[in-house]
């Protein structure tokens, strides 16, 4: 689901931050093209966990600056959009203190870019197209620290 932050009230986000990371694990998708977020939340529903949908670093950082009480298990994050890109959303949780295992994607696979985000706590680096399997394990490895068998 797609929000505007403007349009709801900050306790709206908190509430919303809260019921979603109570019950099934939480997967924040920050990506600024829509289908890959579609198909990456369909992905994770159908691994019996919650998604959220951002499109862009800059609309995630807003969330989580809003609403501070906000958990997500794992955050997919693209590493090249307009705005805050992904290694930029990296450096500003790990700047807020706020311990998200990251999983990074892109289509532009880039050796000093892995090498950074991995340096920076990533659980994986993943280049478009990835198998669903490859993102599972990360998922797997980013919630209960171990790959899936």
Same mark, same amino acid.
């Given at each position: 689901m797609r929000m505007t932050l403007p349009s709801?009230? =900050?306790s709206f986000l @908190?509430?919303?931050a809260n019921r979603l990371s109570q019950h099934k694990? *939480?997967?924040?998708?920050?990506?600024d093209d829509e289908s890959v977020c579609r198909a990456l939340r369909r992905l994770v529903h159908s691994l019996g966990m919650e998604a959220e949908t951002f499109a862009? +670093? !800059?609309?995630?950082i807003g969330f989580i600056e809003a609403a501070?009480?906000?958990h997500a298990n794992c955050i @997919? *994050?693209? *590493?090249?959009?307009? +705005? *805050?890109? +992904?290694?930029?959303?990296?450096a500003r949780l790990?700047? =807020?203190r706020r311990p998200f295992p990251i999983?990074?994607? !892109?289509a532009h696979d880039d050796e000093e870019a892995r090498d950074s985000a991995l340096a920076g706590g990533a659980i994986a680096f993943l280049r478009k197209p990835f198998s669903d399997e490859m993102l599972i394990n990360a998922l797997n490895q980013a919630i209960h620290g171990r790959s899936r068998p």
């Amino acid at each position: 689901m797609r929000m505007t932050l403007p349009s709801l009230p =900050s306790s709206f986000l @908190v509430w919303r931050a809260n019921r979603l990371s109570q019950h099934k694990p *939480l997967i924040a998708v920050v990506d600024d093209d829509e289908s890959v977020c579609r198909a990456l939340r369909r992905l994770v529903h159908s691994l019996g966990m919650e998604a959220e949908t951002f499109a862009s +670093g !800059t609309e995630f950082i807003g969330f989580i600056e809003a609403a501070p009480s906000f958990h997500a298990n794992c955050i @997919v *994050l693209d *590493l090249h959009m307009q +705005g *805050l890109n +992904g290694l930029d959303v990296q450096a500003r949780l790990a700047a =807020s203190r706020r311990p998200f295992p990251i999983v990074f994607i !892109t289509a532009h696979d880039d050796e000093e870019a892995r090498d950074s985000a991995l340096a920076g706590g990533a659980i994986a680096f993943l280049r478009k197209p990835f198998s669903d399997e490859m993102l599972i394990n990360a998922l797997n490895q980013a919630i209960h620290g171990r790959s899936r068998p």
